[in-house]
C-alpha cells in the first residue's frame, strides 16, 4: 500500500486506499491520555463513521484464552499479519507467527576477541529456479556456544573462492564455503519493500563447481528477513531447487522476478552525453584529461545505479602516480551539468588544449558500465547537495600507462 500511496497508477488504485488508525499521538496539540482504553475512545468518537479513514479492527477480551482465540481467526485461519495486545496493566504485545524455512550456508564468520574460536553468523541463501543461490540474510542467533564451535571447525574445511564479499554487523568479511549445508531456520517476518517502496535488493550468485568458486550474476529482489535465528541443520536436505527453493519465500511475499532466470536479465545500455579529453605537452610527455559522462538508464531498474555519473581520467606521465581517477553521481541532469562544469573549472588551468577527436553516437553494453557501482549513488536526489557529491568523489591510483591509453 505505501508504494500505491505514493505512486498511484490508476484512480481505482486512490479510492481503493483506506487508512486503520490504531494510536493518536497527539490531539488538538495535546499529548493521548496515559490509559489507552480513553484513547480507543478517543479514536472511535473521531473515526468511527468514517468511510476512508475508520479505527483498526478491535475486540476486547479479558484473559489470555481470549487472545488465544483471535490469534487462531484472524491470524491463522483469515491469514492476518498478526495481533497488536494492549493493556494498561500488562503492556503491549505484537504477536505474529515464526515462520521456517530452509536455507544453504554459502559463507561464515568467526567470532573476535572473547568470542574467537567460536561461530559468530552464516551467510544463507535460496536457490533460484535457475540454480543460482541468491544471498537471503545472515543468521546469527540461535546457537549454543557447542554448535558455534563445532561448526566453525567443520565450515572452515570448505572455505572457497568468491567473486563476492560481503561483511557482518562487525565489518567483518564472510568466508564463503561449498553450498553443501542446510539449516532450518526461523524469522518473525520477510518485508520485500523498502520505506520508499524500493525492492530489497540481494546478489544472486553461480556456483562454479570446476573452479570451486561463487560468480556474481546481478542483484535481484528478494526480502529484508526480521529476526532470523538458527533451528538446526538439515542433514537429511541438500542444496538443491527442490530443499532450498525461492518459493519458500514468494509463497509468504510478493517478490518481482522471481521467476526470471538471473543470467538472461539485461539492463539498459548506457549512454554516452558528452565526452572530451584535453592535452598539454610537458618535459617531451604528453599529459591528459578526459571527462566522460553518461546517461546509466538503469536508475529505475536497480538501486545500485544513479541516474548519471561523470567520470574523470588525469594522466601525467612524470608524476609518481601517473594515471588518477575521479568519479562523480547524481541523480539530477541539472545537479550533474553542474558538476561537470565545477571539475572542468578546477581541472584545466591555462595550456590545455582540446583534443580534436570526433566521437561517434556511442553506447556502453550493459556489462560495462559496472564502474557505476564503485560509489553509491544519492537515495534521493532533493537531499544530496553538489559539495557532498565533490566530497564523496573517490580517487583510483593505477599504474603507469601512456597518453594514448587515455586518449
Not at 591510483?397 to 601512456?402: A, E, S, V
Request: glycine share 6%; with cysteine.
Amino acid at each position: 500500500m505505501t508504494s500505491v500511496a505514493r505512486r498511484p497508477s490508476s484512480q481505482e488504485d486512490l479510492e481503493n486506499l483506506r487508512f486503520a488508525a490504531f494510536d493518536i499521538i497527539s490531539l488538538d496539540g495535546k499529548p493521548p491520555d496515559e490509559l489507552f482504553a480513553e484513547t480507543w475512545k478517543q479514536l472511535s468518537r473521531l473515526f468511527d463513521k468514517g468511510r476512508l479513514v475508520h479505527p483498526v479492527e478491535t475486540e476486547i477480551v479479558t484473559d489470555a484464552p481470549g487472545v488465544a482465540r483471535l490469534f487462531h481467526q484472524w491470524v491463522e485461519t483469515e491469514g492476518a499479519e498478526g495481533l497488536v495486545v494492549r493493556s494498561d496493566t500488562a503492556g503491549t504485545f505484537k504477536i505474529k507467527c515464526r515462520q521456517t524455512l530452509d536455507a544453504a550456508v554459502i559463507g561464515f564468520t568467526e567470532g573476535t576477541d572473547e568470542r574467537q574460536g567460536l561461530l559468530h553468523d552464516l551467510l544463507v541463501a535460496v536457490m533460484r529456479g535457475d540454480g543460482t543461490l541468491q544471498v537471503l540474510t545472515r543468521v546469527g542467533g540461535g546457537f549454543s556456544d557447542d554448535e558455534r564451535r563445532s561448526l566453525l571447525c567443520d565450515l572452515k574445511d570448505t572455505i572457497v573462492a568468491s567473486e563476492y564479499a560481503e561483511v557482518n554487523g562487525d565489518h567483518v568479511a564472510y568466508q564463503m564455503v561449498e553450498p553443501q549445508w542446510v539449516i532450518e531456520m526461523t524469522c518473525l517476518d520477510l518485508i520485500s519493500q523498502s520505506t520508499s517502496g524500493g525492492p530489497m535488493l540481494r546478489m544472486a550468485l553461480d556456483w562454479d563447481q570446476v573452479a570451486r568458486c561463487y560468480r556474481t550474476v546481478r542483484r535481484l529482489p528478494l526480502v529484508s528477513v526480521i529476526a532470523p535465528q538458527f533451528l538446526r541443520l538439515r542433514d537429511d536436505k541438500t542444496v538443491c531447487p527442490a530443499d532450498v527453493r525461492i518459493r519458500q519465500v514468494t509463497d509468504l511475499v510478493e517478490v518481482p522476478l522471481a521467476d526470471r532466470d538471473a543470467r538472461q536479465i539485461t539492463l539498459p545500455a548506457s549512454e554516452i552525453l558528452r565526452r572530451e579529453v584535453y592535452t598539454k605537452p610537458m618535459k617531451g610527455e604528453t599529459m591528459v584529461r578526459k571527462f566522460v559522462l553518461w546517461k546509466t538508464n538503469k536508475e529505475r531498474q536497480s538501486d545500485d545505479y544513479p541516474a548519471f555519473v561523470l567520470h574523470y581520467t588525469d594522466f601525467s606521465p612524470n608524476r609518481k602516480t601517473p594515471l588518477e581517477r575521479e568519479l562523480r553521481v547524481s541523480n539530477s541532469r541539472e545537479q550533474i551539468g553542474l558538476l561537470w562544469n565545477e571539475l572542468k573549472s578546477g581541472s584545466l588551468p591555462k595550456g590545455w588544449e582540446l583534443h580534436d577527436e570526433p566521437i561517434a553516437a556511442t553506447s556502453l553494453k550493459s556489462g560495462t558500465s559496472a564502474v557505476v557501482t564503485a560509489t553509491q549513488p544519492p537515495a534521493k536526489e532533493a537531499a544530496v547537495e553538489p559539495a557532498l557529491i565533490a566530497r564523496t568523489a573517490k580517487r583510483t591510483k593505477l599504474r603507469r600507462g601512456t597518453a594514448s591509453d587515455i586518449l
